[in-house]
């Protein structure tokens, strides 16, 4: 039985404590009245696998909310990034009640986000990639209208402090993210390009691989098979992202791919 299928059907053994299990809770419908919070994290299987796609569906989706409230208002576009998120993940309606539910206990005044992160780290402890697919999601929503305003940006370095990545390393993240979604509209079939439009498409191939244009051959394929392997989606799963965040992590790795043949093509072209 998956995850989702042990928490509807009261698995508690199975359910998180803390911030986390109880908006999870609410948000499935079940009253978490059974002292959960006070066992010791032995006794509730930290780092257990459906222990941590649980924390890590709800505060994706609760932190999704509170960043879409960072610059003071929701936006359309906000909404329409966090359901774009849900129909990647394939959610039934239930799953898509329980995660709009999350989305709108995030936007809450009253918010505990950084008890939410906290918890969220120890779940996931010696878990680096997956944090980095989680933080990714959330700078997703926050560029869903185009822009990363101080205020979201602020508040994304915020989080990632608490996850242990320092400001750079977020910013970097951006720049990716970014990247990334230039490959999943106009970036694809690159090769084809010309032009100012091909000299955008390999300049964010580089971006979205982290590396300059001066790079080596040898440094291109380092980076290329280091993003491929972070966002390799059997291994994520294995680490604790959901299952059906598995399109998700797909779209990622065949972004990665093509911002990579770009490059391989330019150079190739060129006589590299």
């Known amino acids: 039985m998956s995850w989702w299928g042990k928490l509807v059907g009261g698995a508690f053994g199975f359910m998180l404590g803390g911030p986390l299990g109880a908006m999870l809770g609410a948000a499935i419908g079940h009253k978490l009245d059974l002292g959960l919070g006070a ?3 032995a006794q509730l299987g ?3 696998t459906e222990r941590v796609q649980q924390a890590f569906f709800a505060a994706t989706f609760s932190m999704m909310g509170h960043l879409a409230k960072a610059d003071g208002r929701v936006s359309d576009a906000e909404i329409a990034a966090a359901r774009h998120v849900m129909r990647h993940m394939q959610l039934n309606e239930e799953q898509k009640l329980a995660a709009m539910r999350l989305f709108n206990e995030g936007k809450r005044d009253a918010f505990p986000a950084d008890e939410v992160l906290q918890q969220l780290h120890r779940e996931c402890v010696h878990r680096r990639n997956l944090i980095q697919m989680f933080l990714e999601i959330q700078i997703a929503t926050v560029l869903a209208d185009q822009h990363v305003h101080p205020q ?3 508040k994304l370095h915020y989080i990632g402090n608490f ?4 400001p750079t390393d977020i910013d970097h993240l951006i720049e990716m993210v970014q990247a ?3 490959y999943a509209g106009a970036g694809q079939g690159s090769h084809r390009a010309s032009g100012a439009q091909a000299r955008d498409q390999l300049a964010q191939a580089y971006t979205l691989l982290g ?3 001066q790079a080596t051959d040898k440094e291109v394929k380092t980076a290329y098979r ?5 966002h390799h989606p059997d291994k994520l799963v294995s680490k604790g992202l959901p299952e059906e965040m598995m399109k998700l992590a797909t779209e990622k790795t065949q972004e990665i791919k093509a911002a990579y043949e770009t490059i391989v093509a330019a150079r190739s ?4």
């Open 269 to 272: 072209s060129a006589g590299h």
């Open 39 to 41: 066992l010791d994290q």
């Open 226 to 230: 280091r993003l491929m392997n972070q």
């Open 211 to 213: 590396i300059e244009a």
């Open 180 to 182: 990334q979604e230039y």
């Open 152 to 154: 979201e940006r602020s």
């Open 46 to 48: 930290l780092g257990d």
């Open 163 to 166: 996850l242990g990545f320092a």
